[in-house]
């Protein structure tokens, strides 16, 4: 997680900030002090046993809020609505989020208030995980997080360090100044970063037809381009799709150009590249298609059936021949020796730098809506941890906004 000095701007952002049953429940009331001090306006869920350990008085009055607990007050029975809490927020920040409050969310539980906000809120939610090294580790802990980053929940990784337990490991929360910083780049008033720029992202699956009805084609779903396309065009970017085969909704604000081959694609990312100030390479390409297109239906026989195939033209490389001090970015998909394929498809094609998803990972890959990537340029190798499509893709455009020149 990045750390950072600077407070980020959350005037008028309003964050509802759960707590729960952990050890780590001390560290909301810095949590809860550094977003007031960023401008933000805090109100505290707390779930009944995350009393025992910090008192609902001291975050009462950090938050300057009365805090919620009970579903209605038990002084004079006003009903704390969960659908007006989470109706309110901009975030919803649980943090510290125990194990057994991941699991619940997971299974759709609501018996607490805490929950029940959960469960209406159609703001984004947050969690910052923290328990022992070996709750985190668990499988059912880990998928539980894969679930909900899935589900479009967002995760503050958990550091590593001394446990309340005295074990060392991972599990302990975030430190509230790195939580801070995180939903301050997700609520920050700067947002339209890339107002005046251009980019080009191919995405999708291409088609190489073999006669009118079979093709040749990938499992790629679209969905890491189509993300990345969005967070550019959220952040003032003009942006051209390139898109293969996908069945995804266009972005708001994205100009889509269709193509099915990859000899389509090559013609629209070389006319697109043209006047842009980057592209990102997101799409499957076959790097093969058939010599031949019949144009009748292929009939079986008894023997076996040879299709030849010849080479496609590299997409990626022909920009890059082109790019001058343009951004590129790649894509490496393997399955084995991840990194040195990588590094060689960095060096070849002339990009500044590489997102590497290895299909041995966990919840990395073709149809989910996470995925777990590791970002290779000259300097260097870092590792992300698992995200959703949507935060790599804000990852990725981060590290590009860096190198514009
Ligand atoms: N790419 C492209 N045009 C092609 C092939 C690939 O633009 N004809 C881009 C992809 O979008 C991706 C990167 O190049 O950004 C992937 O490199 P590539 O060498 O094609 O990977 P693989 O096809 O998986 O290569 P290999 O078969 O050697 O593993």
């Known amino acids: 997680m990045e750390r950072t000095t600077h407070t980020p701007d959350l005037k008028g952002r309003r964050i509802l900030l759960g707590i729960t049953g952990s050890i780590a429940a001390y560290k909301a009331a810095m949590l809860c002090r550094l977003l007031v001090t960023a401008g933000a306006e805090v109100r505290v869920v707390m779930t009944p046993l995350a009393k025992q350990f910090i008192t609902p008085l001291t975050m009462a009055t950090l938050s300057k809020n009365p805090i919620l607990v009970e579903f209605f007050d038990p002084e004079n029975g006003a009903w704390n609505s969960h659908v007006s809490l989470g109706e309110w927020a901009d975030c919803f920040l649980i943090a510290p989020a125990t194990a057994n409050t991941l699991a619940k969310m997971v299974g759709g539980v609501a018996d607490n208030l805490l929950l029940t906000t959960y469960l209406s809120a159609r703001c984004p939610v947050v969690v910052a995980p923290a328990m022992d090294l070996d709750m985190y580790a668990h499988v059912a802990t880990q998928q539980n997080l894969q679930t909900l980053v899935s589900r479009g929940v967002r995760l503050v990784e958990p550091a590593e360090g001394e446990l309340a337990s005295g074990l060392h490991g991972k599990g302990r929360m975030a430190e509230p100044e790195a939580i801070v910083a995180y939903v301050g780049k997700m609520l920050g008033k700067d947002d339209k970063t890339l107002k005046g720029k251009r980019f080009v992202v191919t995405a999708g699956a291409t088609i190489e037809p073999i006669d009118p009805v079979r093709f040749i084609s990938n499992h790629s779903s679209g969905k890491m381009g189509y993300a990345i396309a969005e967070e550019l065009a959220q952040r003032g970017a003009a942006v051209t799709l390139v898109s293969g085969r996908t069945a995804l909704a266009t972005p708001a604000g994205v100009e889509r150009v269709d193509v ?31 010599m031949e297109v019949s144009d009748r239906k292929l009939k079986k026989g008894d023997g076996e059936l040879t299709i030849q195939l010849r080479r496609t033209q590299d997409i990626a490389a022909e920009l890059g021949s082109r790019k001058g001090d343009r951004v590129l970015v790649g894509f490496a998909l393997e399955t084995h020796d991840e990194e040195v394929h990588a590094e060689e498809k960095l060096a070849k094609k002339s990009f500044d730098f590489i997102v590497l998803n290895s299909l041995r990972d966990a919840g990395a890959g073709f149809r989910g809506d996470t995925n777990k990537v590791t970002f290779i340029d000259a300097l260097g190798h870092e590792e992300l941890p698992l995200l959703s499509k949507r935060e790599v893709a804000g990852r990725i455009v981060d590290k590009m906004e860096k190198l514009i020149r």
């Open 260 to 290: 099915l081959s990859a000899a389509e694609m090559y013609d629209a990312a070389v006319a697109a590249f043209e006047g842009a100030d980057g592209a990102v390479m997101c799409a499957a390409v076959a790097d093969y298609t058939p």
